[in-house]
Every structure is written in structure tokens, then in C-alpha cells.
């Protein structure tokens, strides 16, 4: 089946550092959703991505998807202490007429101040 | 409507007895998803319905996993003989069927098996 992939696993950085989580999937995705988890939290839809190479910006959160519609990326510039969480990446599997949502295993941001 | 509830929160059991929890999704939406998500991994899909039809369950983990959503609204997640194994944390979802990407979650219910 199709696996998503995230890196780095974790990431540590300075408050006002920039940060930046890759995601590769293992087939062709149609689309690709972000998500953002807070510790303790639920996960909360970010925005989703469908075309090739489309690029959207939520304020300091910028998201990318991959010219071959298989990889993605979310940096986010001068991270704040509230950027604090867990991001994934979600690519639904559709193969044979099903639905499947695959998570990526996330990437954990720790925000020191 | 202040989004997906789920009941209960936190359920300690003993290995072998049988658990179920609720899912109340947001009103208007017709489509319900269960995950289960355990420590540094992201959600595990396992079913989903749209409206009272269970649409996909190939990956429920096992035939001691059950799911209903009878009247297509609240939805039941069964589990029978818990093994340690199941704890877990288990999501609920809802969405839209034309932004079925679109999930809002709830809060989990955190499983125990001891």
C-alpha cells in the first residue's frame, strides 16, 4: 500500500529560526493535506494542496507540493513558541475505488525561546 | 455545534473485556472516520462511513474491531477481548463527502489495557 514518509522525525530550533518538514509519498498523490497536532492535542486541518507545483501561504507558513505530485514541504519562517507541535502530512490512497487517509508519522517542532 | 465529541475520554480496561466508544460528529457532516493513533506516529486510518454505509473496512486491525453508524449521525467504534496491544489512542473524524480531505477530529479517547 502507500506509504508517506516525514522528515526529520523531530526538530529543535531558536525562536525566530526558520523550519522546514519534508514529505514524500511512495505513489502519485492526487491531492495532500497538513495537519497540526499541540501536545495533549487533536489533530487540526492546516490547508490541502492539489495541483502540481502549487505553492500556498498562510501567513509565516508557507506549503509546496512537488512538480510529480509526490512530495510536499511546509516551512514555516521566524518560528514563534506557539508553533510548538506535531506536523502531518496526509495523502489519501484511492487505489481500486477505495479511501484510504495515510498520515505521515509527523514532525515533532520544539520552539525554544 | 462546537465540534466532534467523543465519549469517553479515557477508558481503563482489563485485558479480554469488551470496549466501545462514541463519536458524535459535526451535524451537517455525512462522512465519519475512526483512526487510532499511538505515541510518535500519525493517524492510523481504520474505517469510514458516509452517512449510515460503512464504506471502507479493510483496515480495521482486526475481526475484534467493529464500527456502526446506524442512523448515519453518531458512530460506535466496538473492540472485543482487548488485547494490550490496543492502547491507544482512538480519533474520531467528520467531514464534508465534497471536502472529504477536510477532517475535523475530535478529542480521542485514550484506551487502556492492563
Known amino acids: 500500500g502507500q506509504q508517506v514518509m516525514q522528515i526529520p522525525q523531530y526538530q529543535h530550533v531558536q525562536e525566530g529560526e526558520d523550519f522546514t518538514t519534508y514529505c514524500n509519498s511512495s505513489?502519485?498523490?492526487?491531492?495532500i493535506q497538513w495537519y497540526k497536532q499541540r501536545p495533549g492535542g487533536h489533530p487540526v486541518f492546516l490547508i490541502q494542496l492539489v495541483k502540481s507545483g502549487e505553492v500556498k501561504k498562510q501567513k509565516r507558513l508557507t506549503f509546496q507540493f512537488g512538480e510529480a505530485k509526490k512530495n510536499s514541504s511546509l516551512h514555516i519562517t521566524a518560528t514563534q513558541t506557539t508553533d510548538v507541535g506535531t506536523y502531518f502530512c496526509a495523502g489519501p490512497e484511492t487505489s481500486g475505488g477505495s479511501y484510504i487517509p495515510t498520515f505521515g508519522r509527523g514532525t515533532s517542532l520544539i520552539v525554544h525561546p | 455545534d462546537t465540534g466532534v465529541s467523543q465519549n469517553p475520554r479515557h477508558k481503563i480496561t482489563k485485558r479480554g473485556q469488551n470496549v466501545t466508544f462514541r463519536c458524535d460528529p459535526i451535524?451537517?457532516?455525512?462522512?465519519l472516520y475512526w483512526y487510532r493513533q499511538t505515541l510518535g506516529q500519525g493517524p492510523e486510518f481504520l474505517t469510514y462511513f458516509q452517512n449510515e454505509a460503512q464504506l471502507e473496512k479493510s483496515r480495521l486491525l482486526s475481526d475484534r474491531f467493529s464500527a456502526e453508524r446506524p442512523k448515519g449521525s453518531f458512530s460506535t467504534l466496538e473492540i472485543q477481548r482487548t488485547e494490550q496491544g490496543d492502547s491507544a489512542m482512538y480519533l474520531c473524524?467528520?467531514?464534508?463527502?465534497?471536502?472529504?480531505?477536510?477532517?475535523?477530529f475530535g478529542p480521542g479517547t485514550r484506551l487502556t489495557v492492563l
Open positions: 473524524a467528520s467531514s464534508l463527502v465534497s471536502t472529504a480531505n477536510e477532517q475535523f
Open positions: 505513489t502519485t498523490l492526487s491531492n
Open positions: 451535524s451537517e457532516h455525512n462522512r
